[in-house]
């Protein structure tokens, strides 16, 4: 596959996202190679470690293929993107759930489908150029590839205000939300990844770590403001903050669905009080599933990504227009809601 480079070097399976052009954005032919290589190299004794990169400087991994989607979505196919995110699924909780060490050097754009690569091995490693983010409430989706185990992990708040604003972290902030572990500068990685391939130990990830420095510095202010349950509480909380940082942040939450942002706070609840990748996919995968016929993900495409027109028509005007029986109705096992399609299964 030419997007993928999949080999062995020495006592590491190599796995390289090898389609810069796109910023090495996954296709669900990627996803399958991924998981396929995974699933072959469990029980191979010469491959004692797994290496995950990507080709190119600007990302690790700007997310998925949601242009595929869009395209099968306009053409009536429904069934496709479901599929395909699946497949992702599997691969992400393969990953989360590997018996032999994973290691992820991330550099770039890390966002979307590139933190369900990346973000679940065991070791991550994040370098100067790194922003991790979840984007997705800014196309009317909320996070997925696990993404939202990782945002309820987070400490505090933070998983909420990263979850709803789309907020980009640094390397020292990846580390400090529990996004990444080691800070490594990147003219280091190629004989880091040498020392990998010839030693199949992890160990030295911990001798070539580095202080990335402070994070978070409005950290008191996200615990306090989206320790609220809802997002029209949120947007409350924020007004009365008359900090240019609450004004900040306000403008993104305008920025992005009103109904994905708050199906999103349900969500990292939900997943909170699970705790488990396995809970945390099949909660996603409700809403996934549901958005190609409703909501508000085709709509977001459309105007952030296929024409480019940056004026999306959300279904909800107003965040106070969404109510908890909506949320709740999206997380919902699929056939007990109102967004149930004939031959979507149940999740």
């Not at 400087?57 to 053409?75: E, K, N, P, W």
């Not at 990346?118 to 989706?141: D, K, Q, W, Y």
């Not at 945002?151 to 400090?176: I, K, N, S, V």
């Not at 997002?231 to 993104?252: C, F, G, K």
Request: hydrophobic share 40%.
């Amino acid at each position: 596959m030419t997007d993928l480079r999949i080999r062995t070097e020495g006592r590491a399976g190599r796995i390289t996202l090898d389609r810069p052009r796109a910023l090495n954005a996954v296709t669900h032919d990627m996803v399958r190679g991924i998981d396929t290589a995974l699933r072959d190299w469990e029980t191979e004794p010469g491959v004692e470690i797994v290496v995950i990169d990507g080709t190119g400087d600007r990302a690790f991994c700007a997310g998925g293929d949601v242009t595929s989607i869009y395209r099968a979505v306009q053409a009536g196919n429904l069934e496709g993107p479901r599929t395909f995110w699946r497949d992702e699924y599997r691969m992400n909780a393969r990953i989360a759930r590997y018996p032999k060490p994973v290691i992820s050097l991330m550099q770039g754009y890390v966002m979307g489908g590139g933190v369900g690569v990346g973000c679940h091995a065991a070791h991550r490693v994040v370098g100067r150029t790194t922003r991790i983010s979840m984007p997705e409430v800014g196309i009317g989706l909320v996070p997925d590839v696990g993404g939202s185990l990782l945002l309820a992990r987070a400490p505090g708040r933070l998983g909420e205000y990263l979850g709803t604003t789309a907020a980009r972290m640094d390397a020292a902030a990846a580390c400090f939300a529990g996004f990444a572990d080691y800070h490594v500068p990147e003219a280091a990685w190629p004989d880091l990844v040498a020392q990998l391939c010839g030693d199949g130990d992890p160990a030295i990830l911990a001798a070539a770590h580095r202080d990335p420095g402070p994070a978070m510095p409005e950290r008191d202010r996200i615990d306090l403001h989206f320790a609220a349950p809802t997002l029209p509480q949120v947007i409350e909380n924020l007004s009365a903050d008359p900090s240019d940082w609450a004004r900040e942040t306000e403008q993104a939450l305008a920025a992005v669905s009103p109904l994905a942002a708050a199906i999103t706070l349900g969500l990292i609840h939900a997943v909170r009080e699970a705790g488990t990748i396995e809970a945390a996919l099949e909660l996603e995968y409700r809403v996934t599933s549901r958005s190609v016929a409703d909501g508000d993900f085709i709509e977001g495409i459309r105007a952030r990504i296929i024409d480019k027109d940056q004026a999306p028509r959300w279904r909800h005007a107003d965040p106070r227009a969404v109510g908890d029986a909506e949320v709740a109705d999206w997380l919902a096992p699929l056939g007990a809601g109102p967004h149930q399609e004939e031959g979507q299964g149940s999740t």
